[in-house]
């Protein structure tokens, strides 16, 4: 490399990086006096122009705030300051039975009704049917002589959201009845658990003692049903052998008004007893005239009177065999022993199957008249109606949290909806 002197250096020109944008600022304008404005850049927003992200930040809140915090507030305000306190009653009661009313426990009940074997005796049915029997308009009509509903959920203490009108139709008022009552049965004890609520105390309890009295009074009237349509059916059971008996009886007094015989039986007995007997005699003078014609001649008198003995004999024994009905000598027409003794004894068949039968519903109804006696079911009440102290419900805290994570879990849901739409839209 060639020496340098430090004066050439010192004496050299300096040279500074050209920058393009900084030639622009310094170039002179009309005026003498450089530029300094700026072109905006295309990726930044104008002035007075938001943001994506600030437009979806607010969007956010405003929805939050009218789907999330608006619902909060009205149920904040109404259970605070609107919502009427709501007195309860509770009353626990059973369904039980007497030694015989075929009841099992509750949980062999319960298996057995799973199982598809319940018994139409069961406890456990009736206390199904109390259940319904409570939550149905049934009671409420019952119940209007002694505790009008509608008068007692319209009371002017009620606050206007649950006020019940008196012009309401009877289906709302059986829906806003079921609302204000909770029913509750322990399979395995049968206990069933009656909550009613009221906006006062007084009515709290009356309606409780409504339905405890008129619940009663069901259980009464079905243990009654129950075993009056045992008893009935015993009773038409008799009545049915009774006449069944008392026909056959009549087509037997028929019989031997027709044959003129009592019994067919003891005449064939002495029919048979008569034959027998003749039958004998033929066979002894047989014998007879068997020796006589050892000794004697044919025309000898005591040849030819035995003879016509035996020829008598023969007669007779062929006359009574024949009202017996046997051999082909027996009459082609009318009525003989034997005829009468098949006809007799199918009647008497009948008339003892008849008085069998006659007697065991006899016995069968004085048994479902004992048993009747002793099935009767009741209601067992150890929890009777009693004045509350103060209110349980509203539950105002709970039931405003419930508004609130409601509310917030359908403004999540369709947040996260509409998000999904645009992205698979985009």
């Known amino acids: 490399m060639a020496n340098v002197k430090r004066g050439d250096v010192a004496e050299a020109p300096q040279r500074r990086p050209t920058l393009p944008f900084l030639d622009e600022l310094s170039a002179p304008t009309a005026a003498g006096r450089p530029d300094l404005r700026l072109e905006p850049r295309a990726d930044r927003p104008a002035a007075g122009k938001m943001r994506p992200q600030q437009v979806r930040r607010n969007w956010l809140q405003w929805s939050a705030a009218a ?82 509903i509608q008068a007692v959920y319209g009371h002017p203490s009620a606050d206007f959201v649950r006020r019940l009108s008196p012009a309401t139709e009877i289906e709302d ?83 031997r008004d027709k044959e003129q015989e009592i019994d067919p039986l003891k005449k064939a007995e002495s029919q048979l007893t008569l034959l027998g007997r003749l039958e004998s005699e033929l066979s002894t003078a047989q014998a007879r005239m068997s020796t006589l014609r050892r000794y004697m001649q044919e025309n000898a008198p005591s040849v030819t009177y035995l003879g016509s003995q035996i020829k008598a004999l023969e007669r007779q024994v062929e006359q009574e065999r024949a009202k017996l009905g046997k051999g082909a000598d027996s009459p082609s027409s009318g009525t003989t022993i034997s005829m009468q003794v098949a006809a007799y004894e199918e009647l008497t068949v009948e008339r003892e199957f008849a008085e069998k039968a006659y007697v065991s519903a006899l016995s069968t109804l004085e048994k479902a008249r004992i048993d009747a006696s002793q099935q009767q079911r009741y209601l067992a009440t150890f929890v009777r ?32 909806v509409i998000y999904a739409i645009r992205d698979h839209a985009n």
């Not at 109390?130 to 009008?148: A, T």
């Not at 008129?214 to 009774?242: G, H, P």
């Open 67 to 148: 789907v999330v915090g608006l619902p909060t507030l009205v149920a904040a305000i109404y259970y605070a300051f609107i919502a009427a306190p709501q007195y309860t009653v509770e009353v626990r009661f059973a369904v039980r039975g007497g030694p015989h009313s075929g009841s099992m426990p509750g949980g062999a009940e319960l298996i057995s009704s799973l199982a598809g074997f319940g018994g139409g005796g069961s406890t456990m049915s009736d206390a199904y049917i109390v259940m319904d029997f409570i939550k149905s308009r049934e009671i409420i009509e019952k119940m209007r002589p002694m505790v009008d």
């Open 173 to 255: 008022v059986v829906d806003y009845w079921r609302s204000m009552t909770d029913i509750n049965l322990d399979t395995m004890s049968q206990i069933i658990t009656v909550t009613v609520r009221a906006f006062t105390r007084e009515d709290a309890v009356r309606v409780a003692e409504g339905v405890l009295a008129f619940s009663e009074e069901l259980i009464n009237s079905l243990s009654e049903r129950a075993r009056l349509d045992t008893v009935k059916f015993a009773e038409q059971d008799v009545r049915r052998n009774e006449d069944r008996l008392r026909v056959n009886r009549q087509m037997l007094r028929q019989f």
């Open 385 to 416: 109606p009693s004045l509350p102290q103060e209110a349980l419900y509203p539950k105002r805290l709970l039931n405003t949290f419930i508004v609130f994570a409601g509310s917030l879990l359908l403004w999540a849901l369709s947040v996260l």
